[in-house]
């Protein structure tokens, strides 16, 4: 990780809309109930994606309403969301998300097992059926960014087409928050999706 090119702006420092970005992240869903990873470093800046969210208002705006609701008015489990942001991350190389979303994925019960599968760029052994498939379709959409019949009528089956249309906006949405932290907060590039475990072929690993 280079360093970062964006600095961070300190509450006084922001003007009105940037402002209303603010609190619209610190005070929203993300504040809600206990902390799993801080939104602001000690002296209030946001930290990872959010603080670049500040240089278009609009754009921000939008940006994090996205990811409010793909977080908090989904129909996909607790355990399944974090499990595909960590596979995105992965896949990005996005040290940040990785970091944020195990601590979060611990808080909705998944193993260090787990975690270190995901980690390694695999996926671990699921024996729900839901959420394997919700997870091979992750792994086949940010590897091919599509899907096959099959991938595409077994995630529908377990999650429905409301739930499948929520995991496609997960994955593009965290697929831009770790180009954005690539390009302002300075994190490296990912591995090439070659060069990745390649040890977990029956839970369709990227």
């Known amino acids: 990780m280079t360093t970062a090119r964006l600095a961070g ?16 992240i610190t005070a929203g869903p993300r ?14 800046r946001l930290r990872g994606p959010f603080n670049a969210m500040l240089l278009s208002p609009p754009v921000g705006l939008a940006v994090q309403a996205v990811g409010a609701a793909v977080r908090y008015q ?3 489990s607790d355990r ?7 596979v995105v991350a992965a896949h990005w190389g996005s040290a ?16 260090e097992t787990e975690l ?15 959420e394997r498939a ?13 899907l096959s019949d099959g991938e595409y009528y077994d995630t529908v089956a377990a999650w429905g087409e409301r739930g499948l249309f929520e995991l496609t906006a997960l ?11 690539r390009v302002f907060a300075g994190e490296g590039p990912a591995e090439q999706a070659e060069h990745r475990d390649t040890s977990h072929t029956e839970s369709g690993t990227p």
Not at 31 to 44: C, H, I, K, R
Not at 171 to 181: D, E, N, P, R
């Open 9 to 24: 702006l300190l509450p006084g420092e922001l003007d009105e809309q940037q402002s209303e970005v603010y609190r619209t």
């Open 74 to 76: 989904s129909v996909l």
């Open 96 to 111: 940040f998300e990785q970091a944020a979303h195990e601590a979060v994925g611990r808080t909705h019960g998944l193993t």
């Open 134 to 146: 919700a997870l091979l379709a992750t792994a086949a959409l940010t590897r091919t960014g599509a």
């Open 80 to 86: 399944v969301r974090e499990m595909a942001v960590l």
């Open 116 to 130: 270190d599968a995901l980690r390694a760029g695999g996926l671990p052994d699921l024996p729900d059926p839901a």
């Open 171 to 181: 994955v593009g949405y965290y697929a831009l928050l770790a180009l954005q932290l």
């Open 31 to 44: 504040a809600a109930g206990p902390q799993a990873f801080p939104l602001v470093d000690e002296e209030g």
